[in-house]
């Protein structure tokens, strides 16, 4: 497929798509917008920048239009889980601007985080589509505010991040209550034992596609890494905010406790932050990304988890104050900058206990960062291999043994995983697809706003 005209998709939606000025469809929208216009069920193996949200998103509108009628009261014809606020949001946002010629097109978001009256409106009269977070939906259906019974098509998005969020019991339940009669698009970065079982037991004879965002990082990102003490990463990101021609800049920590903890050292040295994870209201949230993206506050902190869901362009500095852990979390990371043409800029701090993930990063993205040793003042030839290995990861495995398995990251946020996500950890490994390198991230020329 060459041109979203191809896919015979209604004037509509083409128009829409020309306003978003989208011309080529993305791999996983050239391999799923078929199948799902022939109405099949489909299993995606693709993670989010990979276009996945039009890939469902586009069909199903189609669907809608050439399938119009009223929504039955506090019904929804389409339901979309999804496993954080922010990406329902999203998903919302694109649903509006994909459909924004299709009238009527009643589109509703659910989450957890803010009153649910609004959302009990919202729903009285039916909609087309629902995006939801799992827990706020049974909430709904409990107030019976909602019923599931008229449900055509169920899209089941970053299923893997679902389950790692403990959210599988809740969806069990929802596809419990849904029509047996529907249409099913689940999609997941990786496909561990158990979400293969998930898929199992809610699809009928699914086909599959996959694509992988190759293990490469942009190239318009210029990256540098700074070798620094641990103790002297508060000053150095001081001194790098006040150096640096600084648009707007995403720092991730990885903790939420680091997260808030760089904030007040920044607001020591005059500069103004702000911190956004999970500890945070939606309230708050809401407030600092609109902050964020009007550029009232420059800088914003954030751990990995959290900064999934911004979709803010402009974004001029990713700074790495720790590094991650898992090599994909700082593809994901530096990704986040240079969107819309423009060139980003990845620093990344480095202190001796993370050399280590340094090393994983490099073999992974197949380069060597550009470094400067701030003990030093001078240029490191090489970084130096720790004489041990600190900062070895969990699962034992010999850094740099995942270079050919692109992947979804870890989320690094080091607080919410025990054995179970170790375990799941290991169980992904074995069963992550290989070889698929066949997609680079999108640089989000548009974002649909
Ligand atoms: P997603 O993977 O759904 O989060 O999409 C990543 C970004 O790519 C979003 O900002 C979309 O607006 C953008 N996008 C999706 N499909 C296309 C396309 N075919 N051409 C250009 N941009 C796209």
Do not use: W
């Not at 011309?23 to 993670?47: F, K, M, S, Y």
């Not at 999804?82 to 649903?95: A, H, K």
């Not at 970065?189 to 190759?214: C, G, K, W, Y």
């Not at 508060?234 to 790098?240: C, P, S």
């Amino acid at each position: 497929m060459t041109s979203f005209h191809d896919f015979g998709l209604a004037e509509p939606i083409t128009r829409a798509l020309a306003d978003e000025k989208y011309v080529t469809p993305t791999p996983i929208q050239a391999q799923t917008i078929p199948l799902v216009l022939e109405r099949r069920d489909v299993i995606g193996i693709a993670q989010t920048g990979t276009g996945k949200t039009a890939a469902f998103a586009l069909p199903i509108l189609n669907y809608i239009h050439a399938n119009r009628r009223r929504p039955e009261k506090k019904a929804c014809r389409v339901l979309v889980l999804s496993p954080t606020r922010e990406l329902s949001g999203q998903i919302v946002d694109s649903f509006h601007a994909y459909g924004r010629y299709i009238r009527p097109l009643a589109v509703a978001l659910a989450i957890g985080g803010v009153p649910i009256n609004k959302q009990i409106r919202s729903l009285a009269h039916g909609v087309e589509v629902l995006v939801a977070t799992p827990g706020r939906l049974l909430d709904l259906v409990a107030h019976r505010a909602l019923r599931l019974d008229q449900v055509e098509v169920l899209v089941l998005d970053e299923a893997d991040r679902m389950l790692d969020m403990g959210f599988i019991h809740d969806i069990k339940r929802v596809v419990a209550m849904l029509p047996k009669e529907r249409q099913t698009l689940f999609f997941s970065a990786t496909m561990p034992q158990e979400i293969t079982r998930l898929a199992d037991s809610m699809l009928r004879n699914p086909a599959r596609v996959a694509v992988t965002p190759q293990a490469s990082t942009a190239e318009k990102i210029a990256q540098r890494v700074i070798l620094t003490d641990k103790a002297a990463k508060g000053a150095l990101l001081a001194d790098v905010l006040k150096s640096e021609p600084v648009e707007r800049v995403l720092v991730f920590t990885r903790t939420k406790h680091g997260a808030d903890k760089v904030v007040r050292g920044l607001a020591k040295a005059g500069l103004k932050a702000e911190a956004i994870h999970g500890n945070k209201s939606q309230s708050q949230r809401q407030r600092v990304l609109a902050a964020f993206r009007s550029g009232s506050i420059r800088t914003l902190v954030a751990t990995d988890i959290a900064a999934r869901g911004i979709d803010v362009d402009g974004i001029s500095h990713v700074i790495n104050y720790d590094l991650p852990n898992v090599p994909e979390s700082y593809v994901h990371r530096i990704g986040r900058t240079a969107r819309a043409g423009a060139e980003g800029v990845a620093i990344s701090f480095c202190d001796h206990e993370e050399r280590a993930y340094l090393r994983d990063i490099e073999r992974m993205i197949r380069m060597q960062i550009p470094a400067t040793d701030r003990r030093t003042g001078q240029r490191p030839a090489q970084h130096a291999a720790p004489h041990h290995h600190p900062a070895k990861r969990h699962n034992g495995h010999a850094p740099g043994r995942r270079q050919h398995q692109a992947g979804r990251s870890n989320d690094g946020n080091g607080q919410q995983h025990g054995g179970r996500r170790q375990a799941h950890h290991q169980e992904r490994r074995k069963s992550e697809p290989s070889g698929l390198g066949n997609v680079t991230f999108l640089q989000r020329p548009s974002a649909p706003r």
